[in-house]
């Protein structure tokens, strides 16, 4: 999860390396672990480490 401006994102897995940025709302924080309120489906794939990267892909031009 990662705040950019005053909206919370996710990557969700679309394909096999392909992702979709996509808003979501959340919940409290515990253990280093956040819920997620709005904006997934249980059992979507989301990406854990490399957002920044894909965000910065996607703020360059690049393919997400």
Do not use: H
């Not at 990662?2 to 969700?12: K, P, R």
């Not at 924080?29 to 990406?47: F, M, P, W």
């Amino acid at each position: 999860v990662f705040l950019n401006d005053q909206t919370y994102f996710v990557f969700v897995e679309k394909a096999p390396g392909q992702f979709e940025r996509r808003a979501v709302k959340i919940g409290p924080e515990s253990g280093g672990k956040v819920l997620i309120t709005e904006g997934l489906n249980v059992g979507q794939r989301v990406v854990s480490e490399g957002c920044l990267l894909l965000q910065a892909m996607i703020e360059s031009g690049g393919k997400s």
